[in-house]
């Protein structure tokens, strides 16, 4: 195995989505070795055959050059879609009315020659109601419902436009009653596990129950496979109001969040998103939730080689507010240029974190961090102070279950976190922590041990000098968790 020796890193993760454009094991190596460590497959395109090869493909690169990069499924959710349309798509104009019924009428027309369409959730027809808006294709198509029926709704197009077979339907004035898990999620949850994928994310989380429910299913389908205890951590992606105005218990219970900006700018006031996701970030901090933004952020470089100046602007907003990652999705999945996506996110990250790292100030703790007593989250905390005035190079931590990972990370001190464990499944949830490279490797007998090893590591890799002052955190026994208590000053090639 030939490890990563001068991988470009910073402490902002980078997520990048697998598709046709990024699926060879070339790409691939391209993708990790310009920063990618998270790699997302969305369940809602392409086959399981197809994904297990993508999931093989990016285990052997990650073997081969000694980076464990993280895999995220994306499960596909309720989304309400609307049926076949006759002729495959219908022209709706402004001002003209259109019916939505609970089946699709025999001529694609009412009775009056309205065009008449209908929906994979015939329960819309129930649950919508006079007043509220009815949006087709992301919202390029908008409607008001003005009258309803035992059998369909009728509305008035307010924004018209082509809308064709399969186009995604938003309700964003209506609580709808689906299922926050459809069957088709329940196998994917069920092949994830099989396939050992790292994260899940939830689509149209409305409310904290909704990943207590996943949380039950993973814990069911563990059970029923054979392992108990198999721990897939869960990211909540916000793209509701109700998630927005639901986000405090949603934190109480997910193990990260994702800020989906292309449903929430659908479903919400589009002006109101830029606050809302500073508000999003801000609160997942406060908790100690990782945090993703994502949705379009360079999403000229589908087709363009570089991205806009309005984007670079975008990525490093985000940035700038400590977010733990940041997400591609077209630009890697289908774009022309994944690897250059990569390549400018990264170069974005770099200066972007290069000014903070200007200012630096020891931040106050998370508040449920501070309010929870944990002694590994205080040791954390009192590392960060001692890291700041030796002007420490790296903090290395052994964290078995990531949780001293988590603990440092949280704190959002610019310095690069090495955590060390024996778990290459943890070392790979590690992935999505801010600031945090994770090592995974057998437990030395002693932490004597695991110093020199982490000095030689961290010199032979050129990711340190002699002379530099290292924070060493761990306990005994290696590769117990729980244990951690310690904390040592190491100068770099020095043997103290």
Same mark, same amino acid.
């Given at each position: 195995?030939?490890?990563?020796?001068?991988?470009?890193?910073?402490?902002?993760?980078?997520?990048?989505?697998?598709?046709?454009?990024?699926?060879?094991?070339?790409?691939?190596?391209?993708?990790?070795?310009?920063?990618?460590?998270?790699?997302?497959?969305?369940?809602?395109?392409?086959?399981?055959?197809?994904?297990?090869?993508?999931?093989?493909?990016?285990?052997?690169?990650?073997?081969?050059?000694?980076?464990?990069?993280?895999?995220?499924?994306?499960?596909?959710?309720?989304?309400?879609?609307?049926?076949?349309?006759?002729?495959?798509?219908?022209?709706?104009?402004?001002?003209?009315?259109?019916?939505?019924?609970? #089946?699709?009428?025999?001529?694609?027309?009412?009775?009056?020659?309205?065009?008449?369409?209908?929906?994979?959730?015939?329960?819309?027809?129930?649950?919508?109601?006079?007043?509220?808006?009815?949006?087709?294709?992301?919202?390029?198509?908008?409607?008001?419902?003005?009258?309803?029926?035992?059998?369909?709704?009728?509305?008035?197009?307010?924004?018209?436009?082509?809308?064709?077979?399969?186009?995604?339907?938003?309700?964003?004035?209506?609580?709808?009653?689906?299922?926050?898990?459809?069957?088709?999620?329940?196998?994917?949850?069920?092949?994830?596990?099989?396939?050992?994928?790292?994260?899940?994310?939830?689509?149209?989380?409305?409310?904290?129950?909704?990943?207590?429910?996943?949380?039950?299913?993973?814990?069911?389908?563990?059970?029923?496979?054979?392992?108990?205890?198999?721990?897939?951590?869960?990211?909540?992606?916000?793209?509701?109001?109700?998630?927005?105005?639901?986000?405090?218990?949603?934190?109480?219970?997910?193990?990260?969040?994702?800020?989906?900006?292309?449903?929430?700018?659908?479903?919400?006031?589009?002006?109101?998103?830029?606050?809302?996701?500073?508000?999003?970030?801000?609160?997942?901090?406060?908790?100690?939730?990782?945090?993703?933004?994502?949705?379009?952020?360079?999403?000229?470089?589908?087709?363009?080689?570089?991205?806009?100046?309005?984007?670079?602007?975008?990525?490093?907003?985000?940035?700038?507010?400590?977010?733990? #990652?940041?997400?591609?999705?077209?630009?890697?999945?289908?774009?022309?240029?994944?690897?250059?996506?990569?390549?400018?996110?990264?170069?974005?990250?770099?200066?972007?974190?290069?000014?903070?790292?200007?200012?630096?100030?020891?931040?106050?703790?998370?508040?449920?961090?501070?309010?929870?007593?944990?002694?590994?989250?205080?040791? #954390?905390?009192?590392?960060?102070?001692?890291?700041?005035?030796?002007?420490?190079?790296?903090?290395?931590?052994?964290?078995?279950?990531?949780?001293?990972?988590?603990?440092?990370?949280?704190?959002?001190?610019?310095?690069?976190?090495?955590?060390?464990?024996?778990?290459?499944?943890?070392?790979?949830?590690?992935?999505?922590?801010?600031?945090?490279?994770?090592?995974?490797?057998?437990?030395?007998?002693?932490?004597?041990?695991?110093?020199?090893?982490?000095?030689?590591?961290?010199?032979?890799?050129?990711?340190?000098?002699?002379?530099?002052?290292?924070?060493?955190?761990?306990?005994?026994?290696?590769?117990?968790?729980?244990?951690?208590?310690?904390?040592?000053?190491?100068?770099?090639?020095?043997?103290?």
């Amino acid at each position: 195995m030939t490890d990563v020796e001068n991988l470009p890193e910073t402490l902002t993760k980078i997520v990048a989505t697998i598709g046709p454009a990024s699926a060879s094991e070339e790409m691939l190596e391209r993708l990790i070795r310009a920063g990618a460590r998270v790699f997302r497959i969305n369940f809602s395109h392409g086959a399981p055959e197809e994904h297990a090869e993508w999931v093989r493909r990016i285990r052997a690169v990650g073997a081969k050059i000694g980076e464990p990069p993280a895999i995220l499924g994306d499960l596909p959710g309720p989304k309400i879609r609307l049926n076949p349309v006759p002729g495959g798509s219908v022209e709706l104009h402004t001002g003209g009315l259109v019916s939505v019924g609970r #089946a699709p009428a025999p001529n694609g027309a009412a009775e009056d020659s309205v065009p008449w369409l209908s929906t994979t959730f015939p329960g819309l027809v129930d649950e919508v109601m006079p007043g509220n808006r009815l949006l087709i294709a992301d919202g390029a198509v908008r409607t008001l419902v003005v009258d309803k029926t035992e059998t369909s709704i009728r509305c008035t197009v307010t924004h018209g436009g082509v809308v064709s077979t399969g186009k995604g339907v938003n309700l964003p004035d209506t609580e709808v009653s689906l299922a926050p898990l459809t069957a088709r999620d329940r196998r994917h949850v069920a092949w994830a596990l099989a396939h050992e994928v790292d994260f899940l994310a939830m689509s149209f989380v409305r409310r904290a129950q909704d990943l207590r429910e996943l949380r039950r299913l993973i814990e069911d389908e563990a059970e029923r496979a054979g392992h108990p205890g198999l721990r897939v951590s869960i990211v909540a992606k916000i793209e509701l109001p109700s998630a927005v105005r639901g986000i405090d218990e949603i934190l109480d219970v997910t193990d990260a969040i994702m800020i989906a900006r292309g449903d929430l700018g659908v479903e919400m006031d589009l002006a109101q998103v830029p606050v809302i996701q500073k508000d999003l970030i801000s609160r997942a901090q406060h908790h100690g939730t990782p945090c993703i933004v994502a949705t379009q952020m360079l999403e000229s470089m589908i087709d363009a080689p570089a991205p806009t100046r309005a984007e670079a602007s975008d990525v490093a907003g985000a940035i700038l507010d400590r977010v733990d #990652a940041v997400m591609l999705s077209g630009e890697t999945a289908v774009g022309r240029f994944p690897d250059l996506a990569v390549t400018h996110m990264r170069r974005i990250a770099e200066c972007t974190e290069a000014h903070l790292a200007e200012t630096i100030t020891v931040p106050s703790p998370p508040g449920r961090l501070q309010a929870s007593g944990y002694h590994t989250a205080a040791l #954390a905390h009192g590392v960060l102070t001692v890291a700041r005035d030796i002007r420490a190079t790296w903090l290395v931590v052994w964290s078995q279950a990531g949780g001293g990972a988590r603990y440092l990370s949280q704190n959002g001190f610019p310095i690069p976190i090495l955590a060390v464990t024996s778990d290459v499944r943890a070392a790979r949830q590690m992935q999505l922590l801010r600031g945090v490279t994770p090592l995974p490797m057998p437990a030395p007998v002693d932490i004597a041990a695991f110093i020199d090893h982490i000095d030689r590591y961290l010199r032979e890799r050129g990711r340190a000098e002699v002379g530099d002052d290292i924070i060493v955190m761990a306990g005994e026994p290696l590769g117990e968790v729980g244990v951690t208590n310690r904390m040592e000053i190491r100068v770099i090639g020095s043997g103290e």
